[in-house]
């Protein structure tokens, strides 16, 4: 039985019992997303939310080009009988997967007519990240190849595990393959280790280890399985990282390390994940040629740092309360004009803003200004400009952050270097 349901409920009970929001509540709340009934388990995302997206896209594809990454993409619907070929059919089959019938599909590639006729929705990138390997044959020069794809899944979700953005039927992955040599192993996950302690501790996130090792139900054989693992533990003991157990927690074909996280209010997420794969490039005969000519086998290695972008934001929104980092802030500045006079001032400042990219709202209400300075702390804004005539006599603009703190007047150059700090800090 998946735990994993269950336990989400149990950590948004915590929040109950506290006072604090779910990520449901304040993303309605601050116009991020909501869910509804004609897509049960996919999200509506909304512009503010897809602000939040896009950045969080931006900045895994900062990380993964730096590292060598290349980015690809690869069809949502494909024939059946890959997930035959992977195993994958085998470990989730019709129950997890949405499969469709293609009616008018004519036989061929080798297919029986009924295969021919069958295709799925795919709920994970890997098999299909070896059709892309296989595109040509490859060389000993070309590895290690990492091809990154922020692809779009489907997985067929019992209705009673759904949960908000937590446990989606409809998910993004920021996945990631590495074709390897077996000499080229402890080099490329200790690099993915270390993308995700930067990745983590942008976020001010507390994080541990845990090395899962084989299922009952898995593909392969026990010597694979023993390499895999020994691999993997080395890789941590050469990086002086303490790891707990996941004992029996691995992949179907291959074990991982996973990574697991404290949030602000002390709850424990499993995220990241590292997982180190013969079976699959067994299966799909994968080879390249190494320096003699002879024809080798690659070593797989997938992996993942958001997790999805879905859970990953649902637990974002929870550890912030909805008071984002000024980077991922869907609004970064309101400005409030004292008064209707100032409003061509405020638009001015905004327009400058605007320019250099930083994301700006005017309040221009007939409201007062401590009515518009207390909604724009509620929308959780991290910056309000306030502009009277003091400040337009002045071309200043009088600064307050989210949560009260008064800096005082500034020009709108000093400020602009003020917030670009900020959002280039990540803090």
């Not at 898995?218 to 691999?231: L, P, T």
Request: with cysteine; proline share 4%.
């Amino acid at each position: 039985m998946d735990k994993k349901p269950l336990k989400d409920h149990r950590e948004i009970s915590k929040l109950d019992s506290r006072g604090l929001r779910d990520h449901r509540e304040i993303g309605q709340e601050l116009e991020l997303f909501f869910t509804n009934e004609i897509a049960p388990g996919a999200p509506f995302w909304l512009p503010k939310g897809m602000v939040i997206f896009k950045e969080l896209e931006k900045y895994i594809r900062e990380l993964t080009q730096n590292a060598g990454y290349l980015e690809t993409s690869t069809p949502i619907m494909v024939k059946s009988q890959l997930f035959r070929d992977s195993g994958h059919w085998e470990k989730f089959g019709e129950h997890n997967m949405y499969n469709l019938e293609i009616l008018d599909e004519p036989e061929g590639m080798g297919l029986s007519k009924n295969m021919a006729l069958m295709y799925t929705l795919k709920p994970m990138n890997c098999p299909e990240s070896t059709i892309l390997y296989r595109f040509r044959p490859r060389s000993y020069r070309e590895l290690p190849l990492r091809l990154s794809e922020i692809g779009r899944l489907h997985r067929r979700e019992k209705s009673g595990e759904v949960n908000g953005l937590l446990r989606v039927r409809q998910l993004t992955m920021d996945d990631a393959h590495i074709y390897a040599t077996e000499d080229q192993i402890f080099d490329e996950v200790s690099s993915i280790l270390d993308m995700m302690i930067e990745f983590y501790k942008s976020f001010g996130f507390e994080y541990d280890f845990r090395l899962a090792t084989r299922p009952e139900m898995r593909a392969g054989s026990d010597k694979n399985w023993d390499r895999a693992e020994k691999e993997l533990k080395e890789a941590l003991e050469k990086k002086g990282i303490k790891s707990g157990d996941k004992l029996g927690d691995g992949a179907f074909y291959g074990p991982k390390i996973d990574v697991h996280i404290k949030d602000s209010q002390g709850r424990e997420w499993q995220l990241a994940t590292v997982q180190l794969d013969f079976h699959q490039p067994e299966a799909f005969k994968l080879e390249y040629i190494d320096e003699t000519g002879s024809k080798k086998r690659p070593v797989m290695i997938h992996r993942a740092i958001f997790g999805s972008f879905e859970r990953f934001i649902a637990i974002l929104t929870e550890h912030f309360q909805g008071a984002f980092p000024t980077w991922l802030s869907p609004v970064q500045v309101v400005i409030i004009p004292i008064s209707e006079k100032n409003n061509e001032y405020a638009k001015k400042v905004a327009d400058t803003l605007i320019h250099e990219s930083i994301r700006v709202e005017v309040d221009g209400r007939g409201e007062t200004m401590q009515s518009k300075i207390r909604d724009a702390n509620l929308q959780k804004v991290p910056y309000m400009l306030i502009v009277g005539g003091r400040e337009e006599e002045a071309q200043k603009v009088s600064i307050r952050k989210r949560g009260g703190e008064d800096l005082g007047q500034m020009t709108l150059e000093d400020f602009s270097g003020t917030i670009e700090k900020d959002i280039e800090s990540k803090t």
